[in-house]
Nanobody, 129 residues
Framework: QVQLVESGGGLVQAGGSLRLSCAAS????????MGWFRQAPGKEREFVVR???????????EYADSVKGRFTISRDSAKNLVWLQMNSLKPEDTAVYYC???????????????????WGQGTQVTISS
């Protein structure tokens, strides 16, 4: 059973930075798609970024317009970790952030949360103004 565990959330002031991590355990995937989603209070979960890889090679990454240029996703294949570096944070970035993964997910569907098989428990990110 694959398990995903997020960490790195916290409270920072607007303009600050945080780095989230998603650690995967269990069966490893030679290729997969991973996504980060977030859910703010009273709102639906929304797509943040997606990444796909095969072997040790990152194939594609795509960001939501709201985070483009501020967030960066990266992967440490040796440690089964995915990082989400978040810079220039805004109060509207406040949300619970979730990582999700799926070994057989079609890239075309990977902006959609219900396409993912595995989810972490989420980590709270709070940005004060």
């Amino acid at each position: 059973q694959v398990q995903l565990v997020e960490s790195g959330g916290g409270l920072v002031q607007a303009g600050g930075s945080l780095r989230l991590s998603c650690a995967a355990s269990g069966p490893s995937f030679s290729s997969a798609t991973m996504g980060w989603f977030r859910q703010a209070p009273g709102k639906e979960r929304e797509f943040v970024v997606r990444l796909r890889w095969s072997g040790g090679v990152t194939l594609s990454a795509e960001y939501a317009d709201s985070v483009k240029g501020r967030f960066t996703i990266s992967r440490d294949s040796a440690k089964n970790l995915v990082w989400l570096q978040m810079n220039s944070l805004k109060p509207e970035d406040t949300a619970v952030y979730y990582c999700a993964a799926d070994p057989g997910l079609n890239w075309g569907r990977s902006r959609t949360e219900d396409a993912y098989s595995y989810w972490g428990q989420g980590t709270q990110v709070t940005i004060s103004s």
